[in-house]
Every structure is written in structure tokens, then in C-alpha cells.
């Protein structure tokens, strides 16, 4: 499996960025479809950056068997989000790097069967709103989402304060925020399959079970587990290890775990 740290320059954030890529190896792959490559995008928490999954996890060991397209992106602390200050990490993320990766990947998919995107913590947010967004995901994976956003929770201060806040997602006083997942559900196909996993002593566990029960009371197609975890990798790879497994890969993964 190849490792490629791409560099290129965004025209939506006007300047340079950095994305990660692990390309599968043919000779590991049994049967190996070289026109049609599937994709899972991976988005890093509040803190991390595109090189977080390959440092804190075992991504690369858990797919090299697999005949999958690992995308690990960057949105800084932007919230995978178009915020109020004017860095648009959501059009550069959710529309221009698929562009930019294609000419760099011909043969990575475009269909959206074969799109997936995953994310913990604040890319748990991510990549819930990316695929809500765009309907270009056919599955779509939270871990320890920041699925539910309320600003009074001391835990919203601990993380940064009311003109950080502001400066991403605008007014955080209005609860009808275009930003929150609900609304942005509510314009959505529904034809994404969704999964989201929290642990029990983490800090966001009260905002995951909220947020799950609205978001399946809207008409998604959402699966929700959870368990003894706090907010830690260790408890991260563990999961995405099940994530992987949950996606409709044509070479089962269980096979090659050991």
C-alpha cells in the first residue's frame, strides 16, 4: 500500500494545502477492480490535521489487504465548515478536493455507491454533514460525533470561546443555525446510510443520544451504537476497525484482520 502526501494549492481557500492518500496495492488485492477504485474520506477531530488516522491509528494495517482509497484531509479548526470569517473549508473539502483528487486518481470512483466518509469527534459533525450535503456519500460514519451542538454547555467553552464559536458558525444563538445537522437533514435524499458510535463517559455522549434520536425522527437511515469509551483513540480504533467492516466492501475485511 502507498502512502502519497499531495500537496496542492486550494483556489477556494487561496493557499497551500496537504492531503493524504493510501492507494491500494494491486498485488494484495484479490481481483482487484483498477477502473473503479471505492473511496472512504477520514476527518480528523478538533486539534488533528490530515496526518492525525496515519499517527494515532492503524488504518494502514486494517486496509492493506482491501482495494480502497483512503482520503485523510485537513479542515484546521474550521469545523468542515464554510465559517462566517471566510474560510470556506466546506466548498474546499466537499467540492473542490474531489475534483482536484480525480486528476490525480482517474480511476478512483465517482459513484456514489462506492463514495464513504467517516470521521470522530468534530469530523464525526463532518462527515455527517458532508454526506448530508452533498448526497455523494452512499455511507457515512460518526465517532464520538459532536453531533449536537448547544453553546451553554461548559463543555462548548472548554473548547473555545463565544467569538471562537461565532467565527465558524455565526450566530450561535439562533437555534435554527443552518449549521446544525438537523436543518441541513431536513433538505437531504435520505438515501445515505448512517452509523454513529459514542462511548459512555465521553464528554459528548448526552449530545450523541439527543442528536441520533432527532436525526432517525427525520427519516435517516441512521444505526447507533455505543458502549464503555471515553473521548480517546484508543477507543477510536477500535471502532473504525467495525466501521470498515459495516461498509459493503467487495473483499470481506474479517478475512484478513489477523
Not at 465548515?81 to 475534483?99: C, F, H, K, R, W
Request: with cysteine.
Amino acid at each position: 500500500m502507498a502512502i502519497m502526501k499531495i500537496k496542492y494549492h486550494s483556489e477556494v481557500l487561496d493557499m497551500s494545502r496537504q492531503v493524504n492518500v493510501l492507494y491500494p496495492d494491486r498485488n494484495r488485492v484479490p481481483n482487484p477492480d483498477d477502473r473503479d477504485i471505492p473511496v472512504l474520506y477520514l476527518l480528523h477531530g478538533m486539534g488533528g490535521n490530515q496526518d492525525s488516522w496515519l499517527n494515532r491509528s492503524t488504518i494502514e494495517r486494517l486496509v492493506r489487504y482491501t482495494n480502497l482509497i483512503i482520503v485523510m484531509v485537513s479542515t484546521d479548526k474550521g469545523w468542515y465548515t464554510n465559517t462566517s470569517y471566510g474560510m470556506n473549508y466546506y466548498d474546499a473539502i466537499a467540492v473542490e478536493l474531489p475534483q482536484i483528487l480525480k486528476r490525480f486518481f482517474p480511476n478512483m470512483s465517482d459513484k456514489r455507491e462506492k463514495n464513504f466518509i467517516a470521521g470522530l469527534s468534530m469530523g464525526g459533525y463532518g462527515a455527517f454533514k458532508i454526506a448530508l450535503s452533498t448526497n455523494r456519500f452512499s455511507y457515512a460514519a460518526s465517532l464520538s460525533g459532536a453531533l449536537y451542538f448547544n453553546f451553554d454547555n461548559p463543555a462548548a467553552e472548554e473548547l473555545g470561546n463565544p467569538a471562537y464559536w461565532q467565527g465558524v458558525f455565526g450566530d450561535i444563538s439562533d437555534r435554527n443555525n443552518p449549521n446544525s445537522l438537523l436543518k441541513i437533514a431536513e433538505k437531504s435524499d435520505k438515501k445515505t446510510k448512517f452509523y454513529a458510535w459514542c462511548g459512555e463517559e465521553d464528554f459528548l455522549f448526552e449530545g450523541h443520544q439527543k442528536a441520533v434520536v432527532a436525526l432517525a425522527e427525520e427519516g435517516l437511515d441512521l444505526e447507533s451504537s455505543t458502549g464503555p469509551g471515553k473521548h480517546e483513540w484508543y477507543y477510536w480504533n477500535q471502532q473504525i476497525e467495525k466501521v470498515l467492516l459495516w461498509l459493503p466492501l467487495e473483499f470481506k475485511l474479517e478475512e484478513r484482520l489477523s
